[in-house]
């Protein structure tokens, strides 16, 4: 099981990104997925999650700001973000909780880090 995160880059304050995350591999079952985010020097932080039942959880510093969502025919997870602010400037992990076909219980996977730099 692999996931691949997209969709970093650069933006200006007040501008939008969206963040994908595509899981792939022989995948029996994708329970919780989320986003986290990690600055230098600074212990990585949950920005969003969402359950398999689309019950989704966000960080007070995001909330109405950022969406997540997820499509379980792509196996993928998106954050859209909004009004982007200076501090939201970090390397942003896709995480989920995933099922392999080969396994009886859900396991961590992790994404390679995407950068999402806010600056004017």
């Known amino acids: 099981v692999q996931l691949q995160a997209s969709g970093g880059g650069l933006v200006q304050p007040g501008g939008s990104l969206k963040l994908s995350c595509a899981a792939s591999g022989s995948i029996k079952y994708i329970n919780q997925m989320g986003w986290y985010r990690q600055v230098p020097g600074k212990q990585r932080e949950l920005v969003a999650g969402i359950s398999d039942r689309d019950s989704t959880y966000y960080a007070d510093s995001v909330k109405g700001r950022f969406t997540i969502s997820r499509d379980n025919a792509k196996n993928t997870v998106y954050l859209q973000m909004n009004n982007l602010k200076l501090e939201d400037t970090a390397v942003y992990y896709c995480?989920?909780?995933?099922?392999?076909?080969?396994?009886?219980?859900?396991?961590?996977?992790w994404g390679k880090g995407t950068l999402v730099t806010v600056s004017s």
């Open positions: 995480h989920g909780d995933i099922q392999p076909s080969s396994a009886a219980y859900g396991m961590n996977y």
